[in-house]
């Protein structure tokens, strides 16, 4: 049951991740496997390596950092989300995941909420390799199948996919920004 719990904690973490993988499989072309596992493995580990540093934090800073996640994921999810919309205004079309400071970015910020989970895990005494590393396969994965789908909702939407992404992961930092 613990390995089944785990697994599903790791899906609903995945999700902001797995809505960034979607957005990126429908930029890049279908062809570079190698960047859509490298985009994979970054959420992947930051996935597995947050609930660590959060487990790490444990009880002890919880009042001071709790004040402040949702403002810093916002700022984080807006600055790259606003990135988003003005590229899809670019003639190029695409944004470059090639570039280490992005893709650091977006894993950073689509692994937030499994820092507080580390967190959470302290304050429960419960073990934290074994969960994050869960966690952090399942993102893998989750973000795999997201490059191939987005390739695949590409064909749909056309050009005007990039403007509606970006819009909807705006729309995902103004939830972060209004959670408290």
């Known amino acids: 049951m613990e390995i089944l719990t785990n697994f599903l904690i790791g899906v609903s973490l995945s999700m902001d991740a797995f809505s960034v993988s979607v957005i990126a499989g429908s930029l890049i072309d279908r062809k570079k496997l190698f960047k859509s596992l490298k985009i994979s493995l970054s959420f992947g580990f930051f996935q597995f390596i947050m609930p660590i540093f959060g487990w790490f934090t444990g009880i002890r800073f919880l009042k001071y950092i709790y004040k402040f996640d949702h403002i810093f994921a916002f700022l984080?999810?807006?600055?790259?989300?606003?990135?988003?919309?003005y590229e899809s205004k670019k003639l190029e079309k695409t944004i470059d995941f090639d570039k280490k400071f992005i893709l650091l970015i977006l894993s950073f910020a689509?692994?937030?909420d499994a820092y507080a989970v580390g967190l959470t895990f302290s304050l429960l005494k419960i073990k934290v390799l074994t969960p994050s590393l869960i966690i952090g396969l399942t993102t893998f994965l989750i973000c795999f199948v997201g490059f191939y789908i987005g390739h695949r909702i590409k064909k749909i939407?056309?050009?005007?996919?990039?403007l509606?992404?970006?819009?909807?992961?705006?729309?995902?930092g103004f939830k972060i920004f209004l959670t408290v």
């Open 110 to 112: 689509t692994s937030f």
């Open 164 to 172: 509606i992404a970006g819009i909807i992961l705006v729309l995902i």
């Open 157 to 162: 939407f056309g050009e005007k996919l990039e």
């Open 76 to 85: 984080i999810h807006f600055i790259v989300r606003t990135k988003i919309i």
